[in-house]
């Protein structure tokens, strides 16, 4: 285990970089268009810019890196999203925004296809798992640093300068240190399984989860100002839901496997329902807020892997396995896409509670759907394998 974190500890560390770039781009997305004075919906769609980025590049990233190996694919696509970040310096104008939040949202993901198949392949199986977990908590602490930046208030020009530094400084370990990069494996073609079939719930909780989680991500910014909360609130608030999600990470596993995948997806779903009932009752009382964030993000962040995990469950065979993976991701990615436009047109038509009510049917749904799922036995389950909780899972392409 200690030999493999000291050969991963430069790819840990540019990892971490990355994480605290990216989330400071993501959070101050929603406050520098408003501030730019475009209403919610031009945020929503700049938004989900990201995710179709997201989504594009899970149809080409892995033929890119394949050509020119993870060390050049790594100071390419960080070169390419630090020159996307930079761009905006220039420009203020919405369209073109949106076409850098797409390179932005390619050049990401495909970073995270890098970086995840390299700790896969480079770690054994008996230590995977504890090697993804280190990986969460380098995620969750990257991305709790690059929302704390927000407190600080850099204008405009600021906000991307200090998102370049930190993203070409990412690239410098891999660059500066010997490290040997891993073979890709040639990818295999595969058929797209009836998902719904092997499993209704895996699906849905995929597709409900992604579209919520992500709309936190992207669209709560621009939910807490319509609140009137100020900047420094809304980095904390965001800081706190992260907290929230990183604790629950640490015993769902185990929960999951004792407990089965339904009353795992049941509890976290009910948790993230009351939380958003209290959000839509409570908002202006600020201590509630806090309190209510840190549960929402408790419940809201483990759907995907719990899906994951159900589905694997339902799974005939091992073979099924990639395939519904990537089918699930598909279903995650393509939610996310569609989230903070319709989050948006909701706040910029309805207002700020009309943000808070989506997630509070949404998950009422969800519920009562869970709840008309059978319950797989003991017997018949995998063990519950740690997931990366990014905004898009890799889905063992490698």
Not at 255 to 264: L, Q
Request: glycine share 6%; hydrophobic share 55%.
């Amino acid at each position: 285990m200690i030999k493999t974190i000291n050969s991963l500890r430069a790819l840990l560390f540019a990892s971490l970089l990355l994480f605290v770039g990216n989330s400071f781009l993501l959070s101050s997305n929603s406050i520098l268009l408003k501030n730019l004075g475009y209403d919610e919906f031009y945020v929503g769609l700049v938004s989900s810019s990201i995710y179709f980025g997201a989504l594009i590049s899970t149809f080409f990233s892995h033929s890119l890196i394949q050509k020119v190996g993870h060390i050049r694919s790594f100071g390419f696509f960080t070169s390419l999203f630090a020159i996307a970040a930079i761009l905006h310096i220039f420009t203020k104008e919405i369209y073109f925004w949106a076409i850098l939040r797409f390179t932005i949202g390619f050049s990401y993901y495909t970073l995270l296809v890098i970086i995840e198949s390299w700790i896969n392949q480079k770690s054994k199986n008996e230590i995977r798992s504890r090697m993804l977990s280190i990986y969460e908590i380098v995620f969750y602490s990257g991305f709790a640093i690059g929302v704390l930046l927000l407190y600080f208030e850099p204008d405009y020009n600021n906000v991307f300068i200090i998102a370049v530094i930190v993203i070409l400084l990412c690239s410098l370990p891999l660059n500066l240190l010997k490290i040997k990069q891993p073979i890709l494996k040639e990818r295999r073609k595969i058929s797209i399984p009836n998902i719904f079939n092997v499993s209704k719930l895996a699906f849905i909780s995929a597709f409900v989860g992604g579209f919520l989680m992500n709309g936190f991500f992207s669209m709560s910014q621009t939910y807490f100002l319509a609140l009137n909360y100020n900047i420094q609130d809304i980095s904390l608030l965001i800081f706190t839901a992260m907290l929230g999600g990183f604790i629950a990470q640490l015993f769902i596993g185990k929960f999951s496997d004792t407990y089965g995948r339904k009353i795992a997806i049941l509890s976290c779903v009910i948790l993230a329902f009351f939380a958003s009932l209290g959000l839509y009752f409570l908002a202006s009382n600020k201590i509630a807020i806090f309190i209510l964030c840190f549960f929402l993000g408790m419940g809201l962040f483990c759907v995907y892997a719990l899906a994951l995990a159900r589905a694997s469950d339902r799974a005939k065979e091992s073979s099924q396995m990639l395939e519904i993976g990537r089918t699930l991701m598909f279903a995650y990615v393509s939610s996310s896409v569609l989230s903070p436009i319709i989050l948006g047109f909701m706040i910029s038509n309805f207002g700020a509670n009309a943000y808070i009510l989506i997630y509070i049917v949404l998950l009422f749904f969800l519920a009562i759907f869970t709840l008309t799922q059978p319950k797989i036995d003991a017997v018949n389950r995998i063990e519950f394998e740690q997931k990366p909780s990014q905004f898009v899972h890799l889905g063992n392409d490698e």
